[in-house]
């Protein structure tokens, strides 16, 4: 079974080098949804496969770094990079293109590591991540699956050491040190929700 949650966000960058000379040239922004599809064969004790609200923590808060939030490539000039951070308190830098493919390839790559150290305690059973949608307008989106995240020969290395997100998004995180801890490879203690 698959079962699917809906995020949203906003967010500016540039995807240098692409076809378009108005998105490889100029600061311009998106309403992006993003769509999360975990799957399994089973039913936890409240006979779902993953309860929605358990969404609502980690995962939401790595989605939300997004919003507002201006997304820049580590390959683009120092100049620019320096400048979009100097005027603007939330900023990630990425270690790729920011496209809606990348995007897809990163949500995908950082929720399977969040998922894969939750501690379950509500007897979920092999949860996994199906696929993760990054629709960057109404009429164009990306989808990725697992063959495509971890394709790191076909579609460039992500490396989510790499990735760095502005203090004003840490400040914002439920739990400042999510994402050392999910680099560690610390456990995440799904909570029983009330």
């Known amino acids: 079974m698959i079962i699917r949650k809906l995020f949203k966000f906003e967010n500016a960058h540039i995807v240098r080098h692409c076809s378009t000379r108005r998105c490889s ?7 992006y949804k993003v769509e999360i599809k975990l799957s399994s064969n089973f039913l936890d004790n409240g ?16 989605i939300d770094s997004f919003d507002h939030a201006i997304t820049l490539w580590e390959g683009d000039s120092l100049e620019y ?3 979009a951070k100097k005027f603007s308190e939330r900023w990630i830098e990425l270690p790729v293109n920011p496209s809606a493919e ?25 949860v996994k991540l199906h696929s993760v949608i990054v629709h960057e307008t109404d009429t164009g989106y990306a989808e990725c699956f697992r063959e495509d995240a971890y394709n790191f020969q076909g579609m460039g290395e992500l490396p989510l050491e790499r990735v ?8 914002e995180w439920k739990n400042p040190d999510w994402w050392e801890q999910l680099l560690r490879g610390e456990p995440f203690i799904n909570p029983r929700l009330v």
């Open 25 to 31: 040239r100029n600061i311009h922004g998106h309403s």
């Open 47 to 62: 006979q779902m496969v993953y309860d929605f609200g358990l969404m609502k923590g980690t995962i939401k808060d790595f």
């Open 81 to 83: 990079r320096e400048f």
């Open 102 to 126: 990348q995007f897809s390839r990163l949500f995908f790559l950082g929720i399977d590591k969040i998922l894969s150290q939750t501690q379950f305690q509500n007897g979920e059973r092999e």
């Open 164 to 171: 760095k997100f502005s203090p004003q998004i840490r400040r």
